[in-house]
């Protein structure tokens, strides 16, 4: 989807998700020394402002104009710690091996946008830095919700199979959902991965 879908989205309804943070960034990121994060597609910035709250400085990118407002405005208590940006990950790369924690929660890569998407997650974790990729699990019944094909976009596990020698997995699995699925939405599991690149 391209910035115009998304903000139609967005503008859609008065709050699309939930503005509460992912669980799995909660429990993955809960132990880790706060340093410089990238949270990719941050959406309204639920994530964003937690990892501040937490001590993290955050660069918060989406595509989406109207999210960007709507989370600049949720975390206006922690303004001086997150910046928000407007980008395509597959046009712009973040600036590589800038950071310690690079988390993307349920992000979109269509596999027809080729692979610059996911070398620009890669490049950006600094050495000793933590990869999180999280993403909805195949419908165990095949349900498309809203037309969605599983296999049009990239997951966590083709992630998985593009690192080197370098990084060391420390989870790669699917995992049982601890809220609610969107609303909408049939899905009850995630794929989580989490893998840490070796310090220089």
Do not use: K
Not at 32 to 55: F, M, N, Y
Not at 167 to 176: L, S, Y
């Amino acid at each position: 989807m391209d910035a115009g879908v998304w903000d139609e989205r967005y503008a859609s309804r008065e709050r699309l998700f939930s503005g509460r943070p992912n669980p799995v960034l909660v429990m993955e990121a809960g132990g880790l020394a706060p340093g410089q994060a990238l949270d990719v597609g941050c959406g309204e910035g639920a994530d964003a402002v937690w990892l501040a709250e937490q001590g993290w400085r955050v660069t918060a990118i989406d595509l989406s104009r109207v999210a960007l407002e709507r989370a600049a405005a949720a975390g206006a208590h922690v303004a001086d710690r997150i910046a928000w940006s407007r980008g395509d990950l597959a046009a712009t790369p973040p600036p590589a091996a800038s950071f310690d924690l690079v988390t993307a929660q349920y992000f979109p890569i269509l596999r027809t946008s080729g692979p610059e998407a996911v070398t620009g997650l890669l490049d950006a974790v600094a050495p000793g830095g933590t990869l999180l990729v999280v993403g909805h699990a195949r419908p165990a019944d095949g349900h498309r919700p809203g037309g969605f094909d599983f296999d049009e976009y990239v997951h966590p596990a083709d992630v998985a199979r593009r690192l080197g020698p370098e990084w060391r997995v420390e989870a790669d699995e699917t995992r049982p959902r601890t809220t609610p699925p969107p609303e909408g939405s049939h899905h009850t599991h995630d794929t989580v991965l989490r893998a840490r690149r070796s310090p220089a």
